[in-house]
């Protein structure tokens, strides 16, 4: 199985700040990375596919980036509605698999 | 607007049967592939199962082959996850998850499932 493997574990930020989470992959998957945001008590949500394209109605503040092994996911301009925790998924190649999440707290 | 909603969950003992059921609206339901995501505090998101649009094909994780048997009806919109010889590392939020050109686009709100004596 592929291993996603996020960092960091947990970071702090301010309103206002922009923001950087990094996955990687342990073997290539060319693009086949989706990126998803869950806050507490809710489903996680599907922002960015394809690892740099926008799901509908994700606001332009999202961006992904990357190929082959390596990822990140910038959040700019933080709102207090984007401090959730934040997952990479592969689905190169079966069974897709889940970073550990990246919880994103209020500084 | 698409929505998945699912149904099911609860508290069963080790060794019992429970069955998920997701239904599905807003979308051309025959269309997509479904798949059953869970998650729970120590091991995250794991995929468990999935079915192909017309439920002719099926998979399965490897760690509940054989316990688990994902099913669907094209006419009622559902897709189901019988759920059987249940353990407690089975305990955990079962997702249903729409599938678009392989990537998880839709997530259902989940149900819980708790195995326990």
């Known amino acids: 199985d592929i291993q996603m493997t996020q960092s960091p574990s947990s970071m702090s930020a301010s309103v206002g700040d922009r923001v950087t989470i990094t996955c990687r992959a342990s073997q290539g998957i060319s693009n086949y990375l989706a990126w998803l945001q869950q806050k507490p008590g809710k489903a996680p949500k599907s922002l960015i596919y394809?690892?740099?394209s926008l799901q509908s109605g994700v606001p332009s503040k999202f961006s992904g980036s990357g190929s082959g092994t390596d990822f990140t996911l910038t959040i700019s301009s933080l709102q207090p509605e984007d401090f959730a925790t934040y997952y990479c998924q592969q689905y190169n190649s079966s069974p897709y698999t889940f970073g550990q999440g990246t919880k994103l707290e209020i500084k | 607007e698409v929505q998945l909603v699912e149904s099911g969950g609860g508290l069963v003992q080790p060794g019992g049967s429970l069955r998920l059921s997701c239904a599905a609206s807003?979308?051309?339901?025959?269309?997509?592939?479904m798949n059953w995501v869970r998650q729970t505090p120590g091991k995250g998101l794991e995929w468990v199962s999935a079915i192909t649009d017309s439920g002719g094909a099926t998979y399965y994780a490897d760690s509940v082959k054989g316990r688990f048997t994902i099913s669907r009806d094209n006419s009622k919109n559902t897709v189901d996850l019988q759920m059987s010889s249940l353990r407690a590392d089975d305990t955990a939020i079962y997702y249903c998850v729409r599938v678009r050109s392989s990537f998880y686009d839709y997530w259902g709100q989940g149900t819980r499932v708790t195995v326990s004596s």
């Open positions: 807003g979308f051309t339901f025959s269309s997509y592939a």
């Open positions: 394809g690892a740099s």
